[in-house]
């Protein structure tokens, strides 16, 4: 099997023979902004704008070989970290009708429309512009040829690795075409962009077309000098795509024995982060057991329960601190409620604060509902108040109700 981090980090290396060096010396510099960034976002206030600019500057880091930006990035980061007084960036853009105005990347602004898209349709509140900064995708024709655009990636030859603006969009599609209170919201309340059938039908199409028949994964593809096209399996596009799609996909046997097989990889090709598990993964993998748990074999099924309870324990014992915190980890989240999210998510997607016996084990977990319980009171006195931290705490409300 292709290691994929090591084709990407020697293909970087080929388009900048100095990348390794560069991307460190990067590293080095932005982590000390992350911190403080943090830090502030510790005392319950999101800080909008400086999010932005810092998801913006690690997808740079990550995905692209464009040192100017970077700098200029950073610079724009460090500036904001200044002001205390962002929420403007949360608001919608009058001039376009897109979220997100700290971001220069298109795909990144996509991204946060869809969080302020499922943020008002909780309300039934309509958008207060039309949604015209989605015209690079707003037919069908145009949106698989965006979509096609990025598929592939040729990073010996333009220092561009497409996977991320690949993910964020199609996982922002398969929210407004799969998901129903979103597609109903689309439908009733939003101007200036069309989700007709036809359009939902092209891009189902285009979603099984995708599916690599040999995984059962989906994920970017990376072109050789060679010219060869290889097939990354990346877990988190393809729990994206299997969740929205609420687990009706196909290649059920070949999706379980990827999963399985990849375990000890690194992400987004693996479940590991830094040599370790790592929670957001961790949930990906149990939703795409749990989707797909009636459709294999129970050698498939004794396999993945193996593996559940394996990162279980790491969940409780090694992610999250005695009075019911979740470690942030910054080379991964980007956001201290990111790690509430992530944590609590695959705590409920097992069934641990349940008292019924969940899908993948022959017994309820006693000490599950304190823990929720726990978790709540923590992430109160912590204050945390961005959109994923309440959206944990939603889940943790429906697990147990409201502690107090």
Known sequence: M?????????????????????????????????????????????????????????WLLLYTADWDALE?????????????????AEEQVASDGSWGPCYDQWFLKVDAMIDAVNALADEGIAPDYPLTFLAPIAEPADLVAWLNSQKTSRIFADGLDRRDALGAVSAALSEMCFKSEIRDYFRKYVKGFDLSDDYIAAYKSWLDDWQDAQSGYWGGWFETDAGDILKSPDLSLTFHNISYQHGKVGLWPAIFKTTLAIRDDTYPFGWKHNGDF????????????????????????????????????????????????????????????????????????IGYFGTDIPFWTDHAFADGPALCCKIQKKMKAEKLDDDEAEAAMEKLVDACGNCG
């Open 72 to 88: 200029k990035k950073m610079a724009q980061f460090e500036t904001s970290l200044k002001n205390k007084d962002q929420d403007w």
């Open 278 to 349: 790592n929670n957001h993964n961790n949930y990906d993998v149990a939703k795409i057991f749990d989707l797909g748990w009636d459709e294999v074999d129970s050698g498939s099924q004794k396999s993945a329960s193996a593996d559940i309870s394996t990162i279980l324990d790491w969940c409780l014992t090694k992610s999250m601190t005695p009075d019911g915190g979740f470690i942030d980890d910054p080379t991964f989240y980007n956001s201290v409620g990111a790690a509430y999210y992530y944590g609590v998510s695959f705590l409920d997607q």
């Open 2 to 58: 292709t290691d994929f981090n090591s084709l990407i980090e020697q293909q970087f290396s080929a388009f900048d023979p100095d990348y390794s060096d560069r991307k460190g010396a990067y590293a080095d510099k932005l982590a000390p902004l992350e911190e403080k960034l943090i830090a502030v976002q510790q005392t319950g206030n999101s800080m909008a704008a400086s999010d932005q600019y810092m998801i913006e500057c690690k």
